[in-house]
């Protein structure tokens, strides 16, 4: 069926919508039920091995941020800010660093901030993949004690709302 002419400026945008929506709801269906953390080994910039089978039975953040990344510089204090409230409850944190972030920029940034908690490469980019193709910054996982992703925080999460939910999970057996 042909629209006509005088019809067709409608259906441009119908069609963006619609998939739009259906995008969506492929996010919605994915992270509206809770779905299994990738079994991953995070390389920390001390040359430590971190694997999430290491890491189970425990809640954990994973963030993957970039040092060129605006927003992942301004939230890293209240990240660090969130990890030394939470860490004597258990919190476990990796700050994976992307795969375009040279190294040494990461390794710079880790200590002269003096970073907490692990901080990781992501040199060929395999963790950011595994995560269901991280390519925005800062992304933040939260992981629940039986391995499921409980929250994903595109952007800078609203940190009340992050620390009502490490509370709730922290405290949970």
Not at 12 to 17: Q, R
Not at 50 to 64: H, P, T
Not at 80 to 101: C, H, I, P, W
Not at 118 to 123: G, H, S, Y
Request: with cysteine.
């Amino acid at each position: 069926m042909t629209v006509p002419a005088s019809n067709r400026s409608w259906v441009k945008p119908a069609a963006i919508g619609a998939a739009v929506l259906a995008i969506a709801g492929i996010g919605a269906a994915t992270f509206g039920r809770q779905q299994q953390a990738p079994d991953v080994t995070f390389l920390s910039i001390d040359g430590q091995k971190i694997s999430s089978q290491d890491l189970r039975g425990k809640v954990v953040m994973v963030n993957f941020w970039a040092t060129s990344c605006a927003t992942c510089v301004k939230e890293m204090p209240q990240m660090v800010e969130t990890y030394n409230r939470f860490k004597g409850q258990g919190l476990q944190f990796v700050a994976v660093a992307m795969s375009y972030d040279p190294p040494n920029y990461v390794l710079n940034y880790a200590a002269t901030r003096q970073l907490p908690f692990k901080v990781a490469l992501d040199a060929g980019g395999d963790l950011a993949r595994q995560f269901g193709d991280v390519a925005m910054t800062p992304t933040t996982f939260v992981i629940g004690k039986d391995g499921k992703i409980l929250k994903r925080y595109l952007g800078e999460p609203d940190f009340t709302a992050l620390h009502a939910l490490l509370q709730k999970s922290l405290s949970a057996t």
